[in-house]
């Protein structure tokens, strides 16, 4: 078999790939850009919508598709208690303490999942088969991902660019002293950005739970692809992170065609590690101040 | 009053030390179990905190240096029947030169990104130990099954000394001018590489002193289990588990990780025998309540409550 569509075919594929890992990685950079956390429950919120679309549509027959929005609601609310009962409790600390915290929080939600709906590995097999695009067989849940993918992100974009809490966002993403001086309410405007990283993970996992199999320990495998990616495009930044998920899926994707499939767990540490060594403050990344 | 809390505190030491020193010739075997691995775990919660605690990197893939003890030890064993203590000391060599190799470009990293990047090393580690290019040496998903013969007091006394040699070289560091560059570094790292000191080759040492008794405490432990696989090997509770006893001892102390992993270890085996599967999220929880109302850990409470000498913070 000729090399070249194999790698044609990749990156195709890692395109939509990386758009749905991007869904989950604008989550994570907003969260760390506003409040210099990195939470490691992340990977847990994206596991908890995937759980909660499957048991939606195979307990109550509520089609995915509704659940996305459902995981969006519910995923929020979520995060935001998180955030108001215990992470805002470290804000200003030393980076161990909101990084212990989160991992903490993170190790109890997935072995309570674990306990609860047991370690099989389940799928929603709602969008099946696949269609032509551009020459490659896509499936037909990675364009549905990619579709939500954008409109999501857009979403965010112009949330962030016009709204007014948007703006409090960026401000104190900037600089959260200043944001403070200017009357802006900065514990409100972590919790908010906190539960919108939640439901951004939420509403991913929803997608992922109908292009992949999901298990109580899967948060894990998406937390290390989400920092791989905001690492790859700057911590904190919301436009690297969407250039560094498209890398990445295309990274991933080319590397499952080459190498062992298993490999491509490995690849997060590998992109890291090459990133961390050429550039440490990432492809398009300020220096941290 | 002080003098007299610091001589309860020694006595107390010394009878602890004597208790774990007797404990497998006066206990059944069950107990001198439960014995051994509140050794073990405090190897592994010590040796964490020879980095973690003194240069302030936290480690998310602790797990990954006692696996690799674990194989080397194995597989010297197993596949070229090596003498034992020769296999046990190879665990730890080849998890120090291993904690060298990854700590030049790891190390490079601060705060967030090396702990990340610790908790993908462990994982992708063990994916790497499962697939099959490595397969001739480390036989993929089917693990090494192998006999050691050696007694259980051999290997009991062999953690002993593992964890007795790591808490003496904590306190040779704590008292030490490398041990002092460490804190600095903790403090703050830009300060103290302006202010002459060598970072990276120090965090590299102390990466690779933490990585030799994790090890080491992986080979011993290995022969006791008589078998690896990448699966329990790598299982990220042999990270979590020793973090949460340092913490609760004390992060940066010398005894914190003692303490902290003898108390927790017994209520590790409690959990174990109750609540199995929920065995990881009691220490979750555990972990968020130390960080969020016991942030120094249980020492320094008890110092802040009279109840121990206040000492120099380390």
Known sequence: ?289 | MNGLINKVGVILLIAFSGMMAIAPLILDRADANVAYLILYFVALASSWNILSGFTGYINFGHAAFMGVGMYATAISIADFSLWWPLAWILGGVFAAAFAFILGVPVLRTRGPYFAITMLAVAEGTRVLFGTSYLEPITRAGDGIAFSSGISFQTKYYGMLITVALCVWVTYKIATSQFGLRLLAIREDEDAAESMGINSPRLKIAAFVISAFFAGLAGGIHSTFLHYVDPFHTFHIQFTIIPIVMAVFGGVGTIFGPVIGGTILQILNDFIWAHFLQLNMAVFGVLLAFLILFLPQGFLEWMKEGGWLAKTRRI
């Open chain 1, 1 to 289: 078999m000729a090399l070249l569509p194999i790698i044609y075919n990749a990156l195709i594929v890692g395109i939509f790939i990386g758009s749905i890992y991007g869904l989950i990685a604008v989550g994570l950079s907003l969260v760390y850009g506003v409040m210099r956390v990195v939470n490691i429950t992340h990977g847990e919120f994206v596991m908890l919508g995937a759980f909660l679309t499957f048991f939606a549509w195979n307990l109550f027959g509520i089609n995915p598709l509704i659940s996305i929005a459902i995981a969006l609601v519910v995923l929020f609310f979520l995060g935001l208690i998180i955030h108001r009962s215990l992470v805002e409790r470290v804000i200003g600390k030393p980076m161990l303490s909101s990084l212990m915290l989160t991992f903490g929080v993170s190790i109890f939600v997935w072995n309570t999942a674990q306990a609860v709906f047991t370690t099989n590995i389940r799928a929603v097999s709602y969008l099946g088969g696949s269609v032509s695009f551009v020459g490659v067989n896509i499936a037909k849940s990675y364009i549905l991902g990619f579709g939500i993918a954008v409109l999501l992100v857009v979403a965010l974009f112009a949330f962030l660019k016009f709204s007014r809490w948007g703006k409090a966002i960026r401000a104190t993403s900037q600089n959260d002293e200043v944001a403070i001086v200017c009357g802006i309410d900065t514990k409100k405007v972590r919790t908010l950005a906190f539960a919108l990283g939640a439901a951004f993970a939420g509403s991913a996992g929803a997608v992922v739970s109908m292009t992949w199999f999901i298990f109580p320990q899967m948060g894990f495998n998406y937390l290390a692809k989400a920092f791989a990616i905001i690492v790859l495009g700057g911590l904190g930044s919301i436009p690297g992170a969407l250039i560094g998920s498209l890398i990445y899926g295309a990274a991933e994707s080319l590397a499952g065609q080459l190498l062992e499939a298993r490999m491509s767990q490995v690849i997060p540490f590998v992109i890291l590690a090459t990133i961390l060594v050429v550039k440490p403050s990432g492809l398009f990344g300020a220096r941290e101040r």
